[in-house]
């Protein structure tokens, strides 16, 4: 990295934390710490440390140490951005980069301090806050400097922000406490409740990807008829693609295997999409008139690992009758718009403009 480059992008995510420097992502690896219990030593950070999700030794804690988007332990948030922070920087340890972080939609004036302290005690010199929706908008290329209005819902792990954008600022927003997680958890209640099967969070995380469906307005009982006359899926259905699924028997405690429907994964999630559809639905009745009148053209950008949930841009669309279009590499908005906002903070045109950054230490 060289002398003016020491300055780093984050996006510090309930599921996936990145780092970017340079204009590169340096860093993308899974929000874990893994944690011997008898001596309190970090063991492993990162894809290390996920790997031993569901599958770690009783002495060893495999902690996330976000909640729904926000530090739930300052002291292993602070241990995460270290040793992220450090692998970005490489050589130059003994340089303190200047940070721009995101913080959720709304985070309380105690949760923007414990992230800033957090990676002040990592080692940065400089942090700078950026609401995550505006650096998801950013990054996915929306231009948000513009008196023109437009929208962005960035379903991440642990929280869906969905925020209406003009000027460079949020003009009205929200952010829910739902989002992949809850998706995942939903497919593990189904699982329990109607097929007496006990599934592991990856194998619940892994059916979402594979059979993950967002219904339609209407979508179930359309579809499980469509399902019954064995006729093909019409557009925005679910087809019947099926998948093996195993776990421990709910009664016997021995392991038993089930096959899935989309369907049955459509209907295990639909309360999820259904909390995530009326946040959007809230956001847009609190959008003033010439506001909404631009989102008529302009659409919703969707960013963030949950926004590509099979079908769910369309399920979206459906519901709420804006043009809904799923961001180029979702999954990095966030990091990309830090980015981005570092190069202004550099050309130093930057506070002005970006009235929804905060200097922070
Ligand atoms: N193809 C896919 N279909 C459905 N969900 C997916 C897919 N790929 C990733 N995800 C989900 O996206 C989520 C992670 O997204 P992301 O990295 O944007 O979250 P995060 O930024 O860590 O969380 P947050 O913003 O809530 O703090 C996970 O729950 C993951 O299961
Ligand atoms: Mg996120």
């Known amino acids: 990295m060289g002398l003016f480059n020491r300055a780093l992008g984050i996006d510090l995510g ?42 770690a030794p009783a002495d ?23 040793h992220f922070i450090q692998q970005a920087v490489g050589r130059h340890r003994l340089f303190k980069p200047r940070v721009v972080i995101g913080v959720a939609y709304q985070a309380t004036s105690v949760e ?10 990592a080692g940065a010199r400089e942090v700078y806050l950026v609401e995550e929706p505006v650096a998801a908008a950013i990054g996915a290329g929306l231009t948000i400097h513009d008196s023109v209005g437009g929208m962005v819902v960035d379903i991440g792990g642990g929280t869906t922000g969905v925020a209406v954008l003009a000027l460079g600022g949020i003009i ?23 097929c007496r099967l006990i599934v592991g969070e990856r194998t619940a995380e892994e ?36 998948q093996r699924v195993s776990g421990r028997d709910l009664l016997t405690g021995l392991p038993k ?38 989102l008529a053209h302009t659409g919703i950008c969707l960013t963030g690992g949950g926004s590509m949930l099979g079908n769910l841009p369309a399920a979206l669309q459906a519901s709420v ?35 929804s950054v905060q200097r922070a230490s």
């Open 112 to 121: 923007r301090r414990a992230i800033t302290e957090a990676v002040l005690a």
């Open 60 to 82: 060893i804690d495999v902690i996330r140490p976000l909640r729904a988007g926000v530090v739930a332990d300052y002291g292993w948030t602070a241990k995460l951005l270290s």
């Open 207 to 242: 059916i979402k990807m594979n059979l993950g469906w967002a219904l339609c307005p209407g979508g179930p009982a359309q579809a499980e008829g469509n399902a019954r006359e064995g006729g093909r899926a019409p557009e925005g259905q679910p087809d019947e693609l099926v």
């Open 172 to 194: 009205t927003g929200r952010s829910i406490p739902v989002g992949g997680i809850a998706m995942d958890e939903a497919i593990l209640d189904y699982c329990r409740r109607e």
């Open 14 to 55: 309930t599921v996936n934390t990145l780092v970017s420097a340079g204009g590169n992502i340096v860093v993308n690896e899974p929000s874990v710490v893994a944690i011997e219990r008898s001596t309190g030593q970090v063991l492993a950070v990162g894809a290390a440390a996920a790997a031993m999700l569901g599958r």
């Open 321 to 355: 009758g804006l043009e809904c279009r799923l961001a180029a590499d979702p999954l990095t908005c966030v990091v990309r718009g830090t980015s981005q906002i570092l190069q202004e903070i550099r050309a130093s045109r930057s506070l002005t403009v970006l009235n």
């Open 257 to 294: 295997a089930v096959e899935l429907s989309r369907t049955q994964v459509a209907r295990a999630l639909a309360p999820v999409v259904a909390q995530i559809v009326q946040a959007v639905q809230a956001v847009l009745e609190t959008t003033p008139a010439e506001v909404a009148a631009d």
